[in-house]
């Protein structure tokens, strides 16, 4: 089952399902909030499956990650990461970069038209790619599960 919903209402749903009996599989896309679902569902989110389209926050290996880990560390709270503050944090840099190549003599159309420059830009192991005809920036995506411990797997 394809469940395109927010985090409460995707887990009230999976729930309702399994006291239903439903054995089924679950689907979710990445809008849902992975670690809010998580928690909402804990251990009956065993196997519900989450399409990301932002890497793992914990993914150290990615240049892009660990300057966001290492960042939140320095806000004392290095255990808040997760897929909306990572997806957040990339979409700071890409805004970031749009600005800096717009110039001083900022205008909206500056602006725009910067960021649409920005072919197969690597933020640190995170490419966008955006051109006037697409402003969609990544292909990445991919699939996440929610273990028997109600933790987010890849």
Do not use: C, W
């Not at 909030?33 to 519900?48: D, F, K, Y």
């Amino acid at each position: 089952m394809v469940l395109i919903s927010a985090y409460r209402t995707a887990g009230a749903f999976v729930k309702e399902a399994l006291r239903r009996g439903y054995n089924g599989q679950f689907y979710n896309v990445s809008y849902v909030g992975t670690q809010a679902l998580a928690r909402e569902l804990g251990a009956q989110g065993s196997g519900v499956i989450i399409s990301q389209v932002m890497p793992h926050p914990g993914n150290a290996t990615l240049p892009v990650v660990r300057e966001y880990l290492r960042l939140l560390q320095a806000t004392g709270k290095p255990d808040d990461f997760d897929y909306v503050g990572i997806e957040g944090f990339v979409a700071a840099k890409t805004f970031t970069e749009g600005l800096r190549r717009a110039g001083k003599d900022l205008t909206r159309e500056r602006l725009v038209a910067a960021l649409e420059g920005m072919r197969n830009f690597d933020l640190g192991g995170f490419i966008v790619n955006f051109t006037p005809e697409n402003h969609v920036g990544s292909k990445f995506v991919e699939m996440t599960i929610i273990n028997s411990r109600g933790q987010v797997i890849r």
